[in-house]
């Protein structure tokens, strides 16, 4: 999934997130295997499903190197903060709750003009 910067504000640890360098923030799943439930068999043929616990979430968004929220995020990198993510989108006045999220990497490629956070969340809404 895409959002577009301009009609979404992100949210983490309380602070709304300013000075994006590309107009898009993009969430996508990761782990192993991307099914949202694992099939247990038991001993007599039954079955029932429980949730994956190797699912997660990468959100990645692009800073100016001199905005003002990016050395926040990489100072919140540097001490393995755990925190909530808030993404809005503006237009459909949805919301998306990332919780037990960390900042997996912040990347400063030489001689560019934008600074790449990735963050790793457990869960999204709840799930």
């Known amino acids: 999934m895409v959002y577009d910067i301009k009609n979404v504000e992100l949210v983490w640890r309380g602070l709304t997130l300013t000075g994006f360098g590309s107009l898009k923030a993009e969430i996508n799943q990761a782990g192993e295997n991307m099914s949202s439930g694992n099939i247990v068999y038991g001993m ?17 968004a692009t800073f100016n190197p001199l905005s003002l929220s990016y050395p926040i995020l990489e100072q919140d990198n540097l001490y ?10 503006l237009n459909n006045g949805s919301t998306d709750i990332f919780t037990n999220c960390i900042i997996q990497a912040t990347v400063k490629k030489k001689d560019s003009d934008e600074r790449i956070v990735t963050w790793i969340a457990a869960k999204r809404n709840g799930r």
Do not use: A
């Open 44 to 60: 007599f043929g039954e079955c029932f499903i429980v949730p994956n616990p190797k699912r997660g979430w990468q959100i990645t």
């Open 80 to 89: 393995n903060y755990e925190n909530t993510l808030i993404i809005r989108d």
